[in-house]
């Protein structure tokens, strides 16, 4: 047992080391995060803005030879550049199913995407985030949209959590979700517009999903809805920095990020991990939302983490029954005046 870990150490070290070596013969700096899931050793590179255009297929091909790793993701941060040229003309799309690239059965082809964009109709993109599990990021983000919608918004909602979908449990409908011509039809409630797996594919399907077929559902829930008309577009996203987490910042242009953490010490690193990935593609933190305060732990987060990532807490939250009031409606979840009146000035900013 402890000889395995020892290896498994040795072989994150070794694998590690020559990925960051093959990075730098190429003149390349990034963030290089590694993960091993079913003995599988995988590693994202977030590249540093500035480095150049690349062929990230054919990197990613050369970062994986070079580095002995099952795979490597590499991500570049090309967010905030001028409208790029028209994208080239769609690759011959793989069969539906081999390569795994039509996850949802819409139909839709794989299109080529320079850098991240908001979904066409969708004025503002906003993602709720924490390096940790179950501290409330579907509440903050279902709240949060609700908020907006009473506030006289046109807002969708959209679940990028591809192995454990909210939606369907804090807005439940027996409704399937509709393709349309490879376009997902948001279902709709009360006014809101909510988007989620959870509402297309039983919960076993997506279970053994991994890797490119997560990021694949992911692409194709950001590039595939039509959403209409809409004001604002909240995305729930799963516990951690992972493969739905990296489509999200390859494919959506993010106009500001919510972090959600507990007071719990532990809270700490994963607040560092949120921050530092919507950091590295510049995407505006809003503040973080500090949720289930009132317990052992008190109503606050490390300061000097605070002020060392610039970081507000925008809405502190105590565990009440009302917060996790199931399903979702008026009277349910958070209230988060600040975080609100942040949005709205932003969105008013946008539209000067
Ligand atoms: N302030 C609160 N008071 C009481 N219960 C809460 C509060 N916030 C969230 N909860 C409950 O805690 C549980 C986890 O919340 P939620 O699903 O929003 O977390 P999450 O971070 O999205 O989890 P996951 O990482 O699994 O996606 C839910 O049952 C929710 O109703
Ligand atoms: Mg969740």
Do not use: C
């Not at 990296?246 to 921050?275: C, N, Y």
């Not at 009132?294 to 507000?312: K, M, R, S, T, Y």
């Amino acid at each position: 047992m402890v000889l395995s870990r020892l290896k498994d150490a040795a072989r994150r070290g070794r694998a590690e080391a020559s990925l960051r070596k093959a990075l730098s013969e190429r003149g390349l700096e990034g963030a290089v995060n590694l993960r091993s899931l079913d003995d599988r050793l995988s590693a994202s590179v977030l590249l540093n803005a500035g480095s150049g255009s690349v062929d990230v297929e054919s990197l990613e091909a050369d970062l994986t030879t070079a580095s002995g790793l099952d795979r490597v993701v590499v991500v570049t941060s090309d967010h905030g550049q001028p409208t790029a040229p028209p994208p080239p003309p769609a690759p011959t799309p793989k069969p539906a199913g081999g390569g795994h690239a039509d996850p949802l059965r819409l139909g839709s082809r794989p299109t080529e995407r320079q850098g991240p964009q908001r979904p066409e109709g969708v004025k503002h993109v906003i993602a709720v985030a924490s390096g940790k599990g179950g501290v409330g990021k579907s509440t903050v983000a279902a709240s949060l949209a609700l908020e907006l919608l009473r506030a006289g918004k046109k807002v969708g909602l959209l679940d990028l959590d591809i192995h454990g979908p909210s939606l369907p449990v804090l807005f439940p409908t027996s409704e399937r979700l509709r393709a349309e011509d490879g376009k997902i039809i948001p279902t709709e409630q009360a006014g809101l517009k909510l988007v989620s797996l959870g509402y297309m594919v039983d919960e076993r399907t997506a279970v053994a999903w991994r890797g490119p077929m997560v990021m694949n559902a992911a692409r194709q829930l950001i590039d595939d809805t039509a959403w209409g008309e809409l004001d604002v577009l909240i995305v729930d996203t799963p516990p951690g920095t992972g493969d739905a987490h990296l489509s999200m910042i390859q494919r959506l242009k993010l106009d500001g990020a919510v972090l959600v953490a507990t007071p719990s010490p532990l809270a700490t690193a994963d607040v560092r991990r949120g921050a530092a990935l919507f950091q590295k593609v510049g995407t505006p933190l809003l503040g973080v939302v500090l949720n289930m305060t009132g317990g052992p732990f008190g109503d606050e987060l490390d300061e000097a983490l605070l002020n060392e990532l610039e970081l507000q807490i925008v809405a502190r939250q105590a565990l009440t029954v009302e917060a996790a009031t199931l399903p979702f409606g008026p009277d349910s979840g958070l209230r988060l005046p600040d975080l609100v009146t942040k949005i709205l000035a932003d969105l008013t900013a946008d539209n000067g």
